[in-house]
């Protein structure tokens, strides 16, 4: 199956700092990426669709200043929580398709913890 | 609001026995459906996917779809205690690039 990296797996962050999460596609270009977050013993939630080369869409409820996706290239997208708070702790999921119609791929995941 | 449903267990079989994972999905129009595989702290892995009517089978795994009755199901032969974990049903409308949909999960244990 198709590789999603993403990087770190595994970030503790004081409270009011930004963190950076990256989701790479490495073996297949993708135009679409999608974030997720989940709380312990939930399902996975929308956060945003990135489209390489424009503007994300996020959810409802979704904060999108206080979550910046940028999706520069077909091979990489960037999530930064920014002013982190401890409710912002969570595990985050990128995910991606290689073609339409098709099957996601996920990255690892990154749990974020804010203290 | 589109929506899929999975009992959340938790499913508890002996090993060597088959577990039946159920999903119901609110979509008429969607199109593309499929099973994930979940370990405590860890990302999904994909485990089936099935695009039309019926049987699909892939060694221990055989996913059935029911468009009609909104249904997919995924079964598990020959159960191992490795096999537990949280089964997400994921269903794609029928735009290419949206999002899926996801189940919260049914938990699968399998007892040695």
């Known amino acids: 199956g198709a590789v999603v990296s993403q990087h770190p797996s595994r970030v503790i962050c004081k409270s009011g700092t930004s963190v950076k999460i990256e989701c790479r596609s490495l073996d297949f270009q993708a135009t679409t990426m999608f974030w997720y977050r989940q709380f312990p013993k939930q399902s996975l939630m929308l956060m945003a669709t990135?489209?390489?080369?424009?503007?994300?869409?996020?959810e409802q409820g979704v904060e999108k200043d206080k979550f910046l996706i940028n999706h520069a290239s077909l091979t990489l997208s960037t999530l930064t929580v920014t002013s982190a708070h401890p409710e912002d702790s969570s595990f985050y999921i990128c995910?991606?398709?290689?073609?339409?119609?098709?099957?996601?791929?996920f990255g690892q995941g990154t749990r974020l913890t804010v203290v | 609001q589109k929506e899929v449903e999975q009992n959340s267990g938790p499913l508890s079989v002996p090993e060597g026995a088959i577990a039946s994972l159920n999903c119901t999905y609110s979509?008429?129009?969607?199109?593309?459906f499929f099973w994930y595989r979940q370990y405590s702290g860890k990302s999904p892995e994909l485990i089936m996917s099935i695009y039309s009517n019926g049987d699909k089978e892939d060694g221990r795994f055989t996913a059935q779809l029911n468009k009609a009755s909104q249904y997919v199901s995924l079964l598990i032969r020959d159960s191992q205690p490795s096999d537990s974990a949280t089964y997400l049903c994921?269903?794609?409308?029928?735009?290419?690039?949206?999002?899926?949909?996801f189940g919260k999960g049914t938990r699968l244990s399998v007892i040695a």
């Open positions: 994921a269903v794609r409308g029928s735009s290419g690039n949206t999002p899926l949909v």
């Open positions: 979509d008429r129009g969607s199109q593309s």
């Open positions: 995910s991606a398709v290689r073609q339409p119609n098709t099957e996601a791929f």
């Open positions: 990135s489209n390489e080369g424009s503007k994300a869409t996020y």
